[in-house]
Nanobody, 121 residues
Framework: QVQLVESGGGSVQAGGSLRLSCIAS????????MGWFRQTPGKEREAVAG????????YYADSVKGRFTISQDNGKNTVYLEMNSLKPEDTAMYYC??????????????WGQGTQVTVSS
């Protein structure tokens, strides 16, 4: 069992920045993938970014490339999502997630409770 706790969400104006944090209850080096997903009411959940912990390989949704950066601090069992140049369409509930295998949503085993990000124009 892995518990994930997100923090760092909030309300910002377009063009602003936020940094989300996700603390895992066990060593992130024991996990294979940690990722961030987001969802708005009435829409499907979307993969935003992910990191393969042991090799450091990352991926990003096209909609956030160049603006968001995922990183890890294995010493703190924490994954971050640095979000810059935020747009109103980034408004969503952001969820931290982890998997023993791939970062694909179907392989995600554990989810956090979510942290709300609201971007106003």
């Amino acid at each position: 069992q892995v518990q994930l706790v997100e923090s760092g969400g909030g309300s910002v104006q377009a063009g602003g920045s936020l940094r989300l944090s996700c603390i895992a209850s066990r060593a992130t080096t024991r996990l294979n993938c940690m990722g961030w997903f987001r969802q708005t009411p009435g829409k499907e959940r979307e993969a935003v970014a992910g990191i393969y912990v042991t090799i450091g390989s990352t991926y990003y949704a096209d909609s956030v490339k160049g603006r968001f950066t995922i990183s890890q601090d294995n010493g703190k069992n924490t994954v971050y999502l640095e979000m810059n140049s935020l747009k109103p369409e980034d408004t969503a509930m952001y969820y931290c997630a982890t998997s023993w295998t791939t970062c694909r949503e179907g392989d995600i085993k554990y989810w956090g409770q979510g942290t709300q990000v609201t971007v106003s124009s």
